[in-house]
T-cell receptor
């Protein structure tokens, strides 16, 4: 149980294009999803927190117009990197948290998406 | 402010050795959660343990054990009889309050177990 998937696992795109990354909780309903970014050999940095049906809360320094987050259902959140540039190349990881009081009330992470912008 | 420090950037051991990964945290909250995650080369974060601030009992799960000491604000992780498959980056993390919100991660410790 508590499986989170991400798609795609790897994407290469040209500078200026937009890329959408999907995060799904496969066997539980995720009240909250988190998006993290990880540069090589560094820690995970939280980009934003999204609750189903409401606007995402972005961390300081994260451009909300560049990193669009949609949490349309209890099992799906998407991150769209708009007008991607080489500096956006990174490993993006989502996590999903289930309802309070249940075994899934912790953060389970997806396998990550490696984005390379040429 | 919340802060998690993993002072060991890299550790190398030979198979079957025991190894302890250190984690020191800072928070003003009285209620919080501590976590350990494993990140193998594939990149996926694997949940290992969650511990709340009111439960200082040490935990053992197979070859893994955790030592939580509030007096020193530490939550150390020991692998007994290490194996090559234990090679990974290990992250310690903190979540504030009584609800599991955002995680504050340490910088991670790269563990390499040599055969």
């Amino acid at each position: 149980g508590a499986v989170v998937s991400q798609h795609p696992s790897r994407v290469i795109c040209k500078s200026g294009t937009s890329v959408k990354i999907e995060c799904r909780s496969l066997d539980f309903q995720a009240t909250t999803m988190f998006w993290y970014r990880q540069f090589p050999k560094q820690s995970l940095m939280l980009m934003a927190t999204s609750n189903e049906g409401s606007k995402a809360t972005y961390e300081q320094g994260v451009e909300k117009d560049k990193f669009l987050i949609n949490h349309a259902s209890l099992t799906l959140s998407t991150l769209t990197v708009t007008s991607a540039h080489p500096e956006d190349s990174s490993f993006y990881i989502c996590s999903a948290r289930g309802p309070s009081g249940r075994i899934t009330d912790t953060q389970y992470f997806g396998p990550g998406t490696r984005l390379t912008v040429l | 402010a919340q802060k998690v420090t993993q002072a060991q950037t890299e550790i190398s051991v030979v198979e079957k050795e025991d190894v302890t990964l250190d984690c020191v945290y800072e928070t003003r909250d009285t209620t919080y959660y501590l976590f350990w995650y494993k990140q193998p080369p594939s990149g996926e974060l694997v949940f290992l343990i969650r511990r709340n601030s009111f439960d200082e009992q040490n935990e053992i799960s197979g070859r893994y054990s955790w030592n939580f000491q509030k007096s020193t604000s530490s939550f150390n992780f020991t692998i007994t009889a290490s194996q090559v498959v234990d090679s990974a980056v290990y992250f310690c993390a903190l979540s504030r309050g009584s609800t599991l919100g955002r995680l504050y991660f340490g910088r991670g410790t790269q563990l390499t177990v040599w055969p």
